[in-house]
């Protein structure tokens, strides 16, 4: 896969240094002739989403991730939940985007959701038309299938290297590349 296309993952290089996206791995939600726009899977934040929702009553201990540096007054969530959430933005099979943030709120408050098959994020990550294949050509991302157990079961830790691994037998030595090779 050379060029990004909706539903798929931008991987970061291994020696990309810009701190939002240092060894993250994005689900590109949507790319066209407009733009992209997408979330970073492994930036787990501080917060839980009872800190950012503070109407919302459960006792889950509902983790929030940085989506990317964009908009970092929203939240978004990804799921695999369409009969309990409606009006979710299919985006493969599997997974939605978004849907009814009321009942969203409602099945949270009830404990009716399975946590692994939801996952919220502050701010996403964008890019205007034609921004996101200069940074291609700049080989700043490496591009591949998108994986719906990554982004809901994998620990976060473990993301940018499982989806490393995607990329195939060729790829696999960047994932004992340091993460700044003037240490070495």
């Known amino acids: 896969m050379n060029r990004p296309q909706s539903n798929s993952f931008l991987i970061a290089d291994p020696f990309l240094k810009d701190n939002s996206f240092k060894r993250s791995v994005v689900y590109l939600c949507t790319h066209n002739d407009e733009g992209s726009y997408g979330f970073v899977l492994n930036k787990k934040t501080d917060y839980l989403l009872t800190d950012l929702i503070p109407d919302l009553e459960t006792k889950m201990r509902i ?14 969530f990804l799921h695999q939940l369409p009969d309990l959430i409606p009006d979710g933005l299919q985006l493969n099979d599997e997974l939605y985007w978004g849907g009814d943030f009321n009942i969203m709120k409602n099945i949270l408050i009830d404990a009716q959701a399975n946590l692994n098959k939801i996952k919220f994020f502050i701010g996403y990550s964008g890019w205007s038309a034609g921004q996101l294949n200069t940074e291609l050509d700049e080989k700043t991302w490496l591009i591949s299938p998108s994986d719906n157990d990554i982004i809901f079961n994998t620990s976060e830790e473990k993301i940018w290297k499982k989806s490393i691994k995607l990329l195939g037998p060729g790829f696999e030595e960047l994932i004992n590349y340091p993460i700044d090779p003037e240490l070495n």
């Not at 983790?63 to 978004?76: E, K, N, R, S, W």
């Open 63 to 76: 983790p929030v991730f940085t989506g990317g540096p964009v908009g970092l007054d929203t939240i978004h």
